[in-house]
T-cell receptor, first 113, second 111 residues
Framework: DVKVTQSSRYLVKRTGEKVFLECVQDMDHENMFWYRQDPGLGLRLIYFSYDVKMKEKGDIPEGYSVSREKKERFSLILESASTNQTSMYLC????????????FGSGTQLSVL | KQEVTQIPAALSVPEGENLVLNCSFTDSAIYNLQWFRQDPGKGLTSLLLIQSSQREQTSGRLNASLDKSSGRSTLYIAASQPGDSATYLCAVMNTGNQFYFGTGTSLTVIP
């Protein structure tokens, strides 16, 4: 079965720190996504990537950047963490056909103090 | 823009009861629809995927139906168990691998 691995389950950072969230998938999927999930707001798309070095902004890209240097790895970067970026971050991937299931990592709960 | 709604937001049922979770979407031009399960503090696990040309999918005690023309899907859970307690989300996929999620139904099955 597909595995999407997020490097950290919990992270605590200070305001102003640069934060890296890593995501790796093992099924050669073309498409990868970063979402944040907040109570009452559901999942909101931050960025997605449809190929190596390709990226597209989602609904809430402000304050975030991404990197996809290799097909299996998609990184989310918080350039200067702020308290309003405290959230659950979820990575997902799917094949290029889109005719398959969307697979999620186990999530990273980030707290910015 | 596609909007996905799930009602009710929370549901509590006694063990053994059959139940239905609802999902509605505003734009019927979808590629597929998925139902996910999410346990507290965890990621989402895909339960069922229904392509736009299909009417339903079944997996064990779960059955999902899709009525694209009316913009509705239901997830039927038979003979509910306490282990079914979780949040259930639906998501539609439009062309271009764009996903739109509902905010979920939190299900509690009481032993």
């Amino acid at each position: 079965d597909v595995k999407v691995t997020q490097s950290s389950r919990y992270l605590v950072k200070r305001t102003g720190e640069k934060v890296f969230l890593e995501c790796v998938q093992d099924m050669d999927h073309e498409n990868m996504f970063w979402y944040r999930q907040d109570p009452g707001l559901g999942l909101r798309l931050i960025y997605f990537s449809y190929d190596v070095k390709m990226k597209e902004k989602g609904d809430i890209p402000e304050g975030y950047s991404v990197s996809r240097e290799k097909k299996e790895r998609f990184s989310l970067i918080l350039e200067s963490a702020s308290t309003n970026q405290t959230s659950m971050y979820l990575c997902a991937s799917i094949s290029g056909t889109g005719a398959e299931k969307l697979f999620f990592g186990s999530g990273t709960q980030l707290s910015v103090l | 823009k596609q909007e996905v709604t799930q009602i009710p937001a929370a549901l509590s049922v006694p063990e053994g009861e059959n139940l239905v979770l609802n999902c509605s979407f505003t734009d019927s031009a979808i590629y597929n629809l998925q139902w996910f399960r999410q346990d507290p503090g965890k990621g989402l696990t895909s339960l069922l995927l229904i392509q736009s040309s299909q009417r339903e999918q079944t997996s064990g005690r779960l059955n999902a139906s899709l009525d694209k023309s009316s913009g509705r899907s239901t997830l039927y859970i038979a003979a509910s168990q306490p282990g079914d307690s979780a949040t259930y989300l639906c998501a539609v996929m439009n062309t271009g691998n764009q996903f739109y999620f509902g905010t979920g139904t939190s299900l509690t099955v009481i032993p």
